[in-house]
């Protein structure tokens, strides 16, 4: 079945670089996204990647995908205090002609002084 | 930048009773979605919506569930008769529908739900 899995916790220093791994079931997901998830608040969309890519980078932010091994990873460089929150690892599956996105059970990273 | 707003951001609610949970979609959007979030757990998908009809449910959504666009900005999540297993954050999300395999979900702020 449908499945994505996330370690739950992430704890690293202000200014080191943050790696949240990320691992999913579905071959023919087309897109892979990160949520973030701030105490109190809903789901910003972070980045996403397509399937036929392996690498994008965002600012601060590089997603690595491994589509053999169902592996996704997001990079947070320079990581900082307002980075401190829940990140969400979610792939798309289409049925139908609808998508609907499954999500793994979130990182919380706490950033450190 | 548009966002999609969610009302009330906390309902407390006795068992047994309906509530009906509000989210106004981003204004050009053609495809609605309802997530939920029991505390601790993950983010589970509930119903999408399309041109005025249900488009997929998951088989939490059951009967005593539906949703509706009663006009041309609401979108509601109607719960007939809450227990106490239906606490929990409910999202909902708009998406632009420009092609299935591309639509991006954009989620609003969530609403607490707490059932007694």
């Known amino acids: 079945g449908e499945d994505v899995e996330q370690s739950l916790f992430l704890s690293v220093r202000e200014g080191d670089s943050s790696v949240i791994n990320c691992t999913y079931t579905?071959?023919?997901?087309?897109?892979l996204y990160w949520y973030k998830q701030e105490p109190g608040a809903g789901l910003q969309l972070l980045t996403y990647i397509f399937s036929n890519m392996d690498m994008k980078q965002d600012q601060r932010l590089t997603v690595l995908l491994n589509k053999k091994d169902k592996h996704l990873s997001l990079r947070i460089a320079d990581t900082q205090t307002g980075d401190s929150a829940i990140y969400f690892c979610a792939e798309t599956l289409v049925s139908g002609g609808y998508n609907k996105l499954i999500f793994g059970a979130g990182t919380r990273l706490a950033v450190h002084p | 930048e548009p966002e999609v707003t969610q009302t009330p951001s906390h309902q407390v609610t006795q068992m047994g009773q309906e509530v009906i949970l509000r989210c106004v979609p981003i204004?050009?959007?053609?495809?609605f979605y309802w997530y939920r979030q029991i505390l601790g757990q993950k983010v589970e998908f509930l119903v999408s919506f399309y041109n005025n009809e249900i488009s997929e449910k998951s088989e939490i959504f059951d009967d005593q569930f539906s949703v509706e666009r009663p006009d041309g900005s609401n979108f509601t999540l109607k719960i007939r008769s809450t227990k106490l297993e239906d606490s929990a954050m409910y999202f909902c999300?708009?998406?632009?529908?420009?092609?299935?395999?591309?639509?991006?979900?954009?989620f609003g702020p969530g609403t607490r739900l707490t059932v007694l």
């Open positions: 999300a708009s998406s632009e529908g420009r092609g299935w395999s591309t639509d991006t979900q954009y």
């Open positions: 579905d071959s023919s997901s087309t897109y």
């Open positions: 204004s050009n959007h053609l495809y």
